[in-house]
């Protein structure tokens, strides 16, 4: 059974910084696409990052592209979203996805890019407040 725990998010001042952490259990991360994507309140799921199984190859949305790192650490199963230069509208639920197979797909959309994912974690909460 894929299991993706999240965490890293909390609350921080405009221009700061937050590291999220993606932590698998039952996949192995490096053969699947890994996502990032956020939800605010009253607002629709936006996909902010995506790193690729075969290459490595990342993709980002417009909105947090040269602000945003997404990595992968294959020895601890985890992959990363560092978070720089933070800003009031970053603020929403962060999710982890995975791009396995599963009952239910979301489909996560950056840069006209669509990534089909089958596993997501719970969440974590990321506030940029004054």
């Known amino acids: 059974q894929v299991q993706l725990v999240e965490s890293g998010g909390g609350l921080v001042q405009p221009g700061g910084s937050l590291r999220l952490s993606c932590a698998a259990s039952g996949v192995t991360l490096d053969y699947y696409a890994i996502g990032w994507f956020r939800q605010a309140p009253g607002k629709e799921r936006e996909g902010v990052s995506c790193i690729s199984s075969s290459d490595g190859s990342t993709y980002y949305a417009d909105s947090v592209k040269g602000r945003f790192t997404i990595s992968r650490d294959n020895a601890k199963n985890t992959v990363y979203l560092q978070m720089n230069s933070l800003r009031p509208e970053d603020t929403a639920v962060y999710y982890c996805?995975?791009?396995?197979?599963?009952?239910?797909?979301?489909?996560?959309?950056?840069?006209?890019?669509?990534?089909?994912?089958?596993?997501w974690g719970q969440g974590t909460q990321v506030t940029v407040s004054s």
């Open positions: 996805a995975a791009g396995v197979p599963g009952k239910k797909i979301v489909v996560v959309t950056i840069n006209h890019r669509s990534f089909p994912f089958g596993s």
